[in-house]
C-alpha cells in the first residue's frame, strides 16, 4: 500500500534544528528535533558542530525512509545565512563552521574597504551593512588573506543551506536568496557578482547559481525522491506571503530580532538607512527585498524581568496582559514618549524604558503598558525605513508579538490608514521551503488559506 506523498523539509536554526513531513495540503505528519552542543574553532570561538549537523541529517532520512506511512516525494533545506562550508577536491570540509559572529580584524577591514572604494560606497552596491563576518564573503577575503594554503584547497565554499543539499546530491550550487543577504557578494546595482569578487578570485570558489525552485536527483539512498538546493531561512519564511497575497505589503517578522521586510520597495538603499541597519535580500525569485531591523524580542526578555523583579510578579504573567486604551491615554498624557526630538538612529539602537524609573508606576500593568508603548515607538521608526517609498497597505505581524494584544493594537493605532493584521501560521521557514518547489513533489494547487489573520481595527488615537 502507498504511503501519504510527503515532502521532508530540514529547517535549521543557530539553537534548534528541525525536520517536518508535510503532506500535499502542507499539514505537518510529522516532526523531529535536535541541539547539538556547539564546539570550537582553532581559535576556541565557538561554532556549529557540523559533523553533528551531517549524521543527523543521514540518520533523520533513514527514519523516514523506513517509515512505510510515507512516501517521501522530495526533500529541501533552510538555515541561517553567513556561514560557509569549505570544501576541498574531494567534497570534506576543511574548516570548522565559522560562527558569524567571531571578531573580525579591524586591519583587515579597513584594507578591504579602502581598496575597494569605501565603507559607504561598497555598502550601498551591495546593500550590505558593514558587519564584519555577518558579511560572508569576507569570511572567504579573510582566509585568502591570512591563510593562503588553505585557500587554495578550497574547491567549493558552500553556504549552508547548499551544503546540505549538497550532502544528499554530491552537486554544489549557490543559490540567490544565500548570496543575497548581507554577504557583500552581490551588486545590487549591476544584479551581478561585485566587481570585488571577480578581482580577488573568490568567484572561482564559487559554485554555478541555480534557481531557488530548482530540484537535483538525489545521490542518498532512497526512493526516487527530488532534492531542492536549499533557501536562506529568511527568504523561505517570506514565499508563503508572496503565494497568498498579490497586493503589495510589508511583514513584520517577530522574535529575538523584529525584522520589517517589504518585498514592494524598489528604492535604492540610502546611506542613513544602512548606517540603521537597513538592507537588502533577495527573494527566491531573485527580486530585492528591503529589510530593516531592531532587537525588540531581546529588549522585550531584559524589560519583563526588570518589571517583575521590581513589582515581585512572575515574568510569565506579561504573556498575555489584555490592551487597556485608558492606561495608555493616561500615559500619553502625562508621560514624554519615546518620539519627539529623538532621532530615528537613537530610538533603534536603545529603549526609551531602559531610562524609566519604574517607582514612578502606579502598578505593573501601567509598567508594562509604558514598556510596549516605547517598543511600538521604536517598531515604527523601524518598519518606516523600509515602508517610505512604496505604496503599502497591509501590514502583517507574525511570530511572538502578533500574540501580544497591547502590542496590535498600538501599532494599528499608529498606522490607521494601513491595514493591520496578527499572522499566525505554523512553521512558516520550513512551509516556504516545501513551497519554493512546490511543482516537482505536490499534485495539488498551492494552498491560500494556510495562513490564518487577525484584523486589529483602529480603536485608540495612539500618538508619537
Not at 213 to 226: H, I, L, R, T
Request: proline share 5%; charged share 20%; glycine share 6%.
Amino acid at each position: 500500500m502507498q504511503g501519504t506523498p510527503v515532502i521532508a523539509v530540514f529547517d535549521v536554526g543557530k539553537t534548534n534544528k528541525k525536520l517536518f513531513l508535510f503532506d500535499e495540503n502542507y499539514r505537518i505528519v510529522f516532526e523531529r528535533a535536535a541541539r547539538f552542543i556547539e564546539t570550537v574553532d582553532e581559535d576556541g570561538d565557538s561554532c556549529e558542530n557540523l559533523e553533528s549537523l551531517r549524521l543527523s541529517v543521514f540518520d533523520s532520512l533513514h527514519e523516514v525512509f523506513r517509515r512505510q506511512e510515507f512516501d517521501v516525494k522530495a526533500v529541501n533545506f533552510s538555515s541561517y545565512g553567513a556561514s560557509f562550508v569549505y570544501l576541498n577536491k574531494d567534497g570534506r570540509p576543511l574548516t570548522p563552521l565559522y560562527n558569524y559572529l567571531k571578531t573580525y580584524p579591524e586591519e583587515l577591514k579597513k584594507q578591504f574597504y579602502d581598496t575597494y572604494g569605501g565603507e559607504d560606497k561598497l555598502s550601498k552596491e551591495t546593500a550590505s551593512p558593514v558587519l564584519g563576518s555577518l558579511n560572508s564573503g569576507m569570511q572567504l577575503y579573510r582566509i585568502k588573506q591570512e591563510k593562503p594554503e588553505l585557500y587554495k584547497q578550497i574547491s567549493y565554499a558552500l553556504h549552508l543551506p547548499q551544503y546540505m543539499s549538497y550532502l544528499i546530491t554530491g552537486k554544489c550550487f549557490s543559490d540567490i536568496t544565500s548570496i543575497g543577504c548581507h554577504t557583500n557578494l552581490w551588486d545590487f546595482q549591476k544584479n551581478d557578482y561585485h566587481e570585488w569578487v571577480r578581482k580577488e578570485g573568490i568567484i572561482d570558489k564559487l559554485a554555478p547559481i541555480a534557481p531557488s525552485d530548482e530540484v537535483v536527483p538525489a545521490a542518498f539512498p532512497g526512493n526516487s525522491y527530488k532534492v531542492g538546493i536549499g533557501l536562506h531561512d529568511s527568504s523561505a519564511a517570506l514565499i508563503p506571503y508572496l503565494v497568498n497575497f498579490q497586493k503589495p505589503f510589508v511583514l513584520i517578522s517577530t522574535g529575538t530580532w523584529c525584522i520589517s521586510l517589504n518585498p514592494f520597495n524598489t528604492t535604492p538603499l540610502t546611506d542613513a538607512e544602512l548606517q540603521q541597519d537597513c538592507l537588502s535580500f533577495m527573494q527566491y525569485k531573485g527580486k530585492p527585498v528591503k529589510a530593516s531591523r531592531f532587537f525588540g524580542g531581546h529588549e522585550h526578555e531584559q524589560q519583563v524581568k526588570r518589571i517583575a523583579d521590581h513589582f515581585n510578579q512572575s515574568p510569565a504573567r506579561y504573556k498575555s496582559v489584555p490592551f487597556d486604551p485608558e492606561i495608555i491615554s493616561s500615559l500619553q498624557g502625562e508621560r514624554p514618549q519615546a518620539g519627539g526630538a529623538r532621532a530615528k538612529e537613537s530610538l533603534l539602537q536603545d529603549s526609551m524604558f531602559s531610562q524609566r524609573d519604574l517607582s514612578s508606576f502606579a502598578s505593573d500593568t501601567e509598567a508594562y503598558h509604558q514598556f510596549i508603548l516605547d517598543l511600538v515607538t521604536q517598531q515604527v521608526a523601524s518598519t518606516q525605513l523600509v515602508l517610505e517609498g512604496a505604496d503599502v497597505k497591509r501590514i502583517f505581524v507574525d511570530g511572538g508579538f502578533s500574540k501580544n494584544a497591547i502590542y496590535m493594537n498600538l501599532l494599528a493605532s499608529l498606522y490607521p490608514d494601513k491595514e493591520v493584521f496578527a499572522a499566525s501560521m505554523a512553521q512558516a521557514t520550513a512551509i516556504g521551503t516545501a513551497m519554493a518547489i512546490h511543482k516537482h513533489w505536490n499534485t495539488k494547487p498551492m494552498p491560500n488559506d494556510i495562513i490564518e489573520l487577525k484584523y486589529y481595527a483602529v480603536t485608540h488615537d495612539a500618538k508619537l
